[in-house]
């Protein structure tokens, strides 16, 4: 009876730290919306010159550097002021994206919309990931051979500028990060992410690379110049 009820207090108190970390992991990504919505405004206001291949090759070593130090620091307080630090850096280099779109006369209404959709995806995806019984765990592999692929295609392309293969990256990036929302929100709901910073970081950059995508897309097809 004993060995019973100590299964069932581990449980429950395993199940409370899992509903903890996603708890925080949500208010913490809400968080994060701030510094990156005044980094785009500031970005577009100050028309801060961050197009060129050589800024993008600058932007990901700049990218990655933050995310090796929230990495390091992610049991501090100081994993949060370099994550809130990284979210804001994400809204200043959504300045040319911004800037473009903003050059159409719907600009304004295309990018509530790509906001809107992506909060669609995010709410339905997380609610998935949340409540299903099916295990998404075996998607790991695969999603990250694909965020290698969509890296590399994409740095080709800045140089390239072929049209059609950024239409084609847009639309494998959405289905990989959307997919993403499902392995990392799963990943806290199992006990397999325990650490709210890490897994705040993780869903910010699904939700920044749909939001990104699906704004680039209807740029291409919904942008109106009149």
Known sequence: MNNMQNTYDLAGSRQSVQHK?????????????????????????????????LMA???????????W??????????????LLGFTFFMGLWLTPLLSRILGFSNGGFLIMTAFGGTASVFAVLATIATVSKRDFSGMANWLFAGV?????????????????????????????????????????????????????????????????????????FGGNRD
Do not use: C
């Not at 130090?69 to 370099?82: F, Q, R, T, W």
């Not at 006990?191 to 699906?214: C, K």
């Open 57 to 67: 090759l600058l932007f990901l070593g700049i990218a990655f550097g933050f995310i």
């Open 148 to 220: 290698v692929v969509i890296l590399l295609a994409s740095i080709a392309n800045i140089f390239l500028g072929i049209p059609a293969l950024a239409i084609v990256i847009s639309v494998v990036a959405i289905a990989i990060f959307s997919a993403y929302i499902l392995y990392d929100v799963q990943q806290i709901i199992n006990g397999g992410e325990t650490n709210y910073i890490r897994a705040t970081l993780n869903i910010y950059l699904d939700v920044y690379n749909i939001f990104v995508n699906l704004l680039s897309l209807l740029g291409i």
């Open 21 to 53: 970390v996603l708890r925080n992991t949500y208010w913490l990504l809400a968080l994060s919306m701030v510094p990156t919505i005044f980094g785009a405004v500031l970005g577009v206001s100050l028309h801060l010159p961050l197009g060129g291949g």
């Open 69 to 82: 130090g929230i990495e390091k620091n992610k049991d501090s307080g100081l994993g949060v002021a370099l």
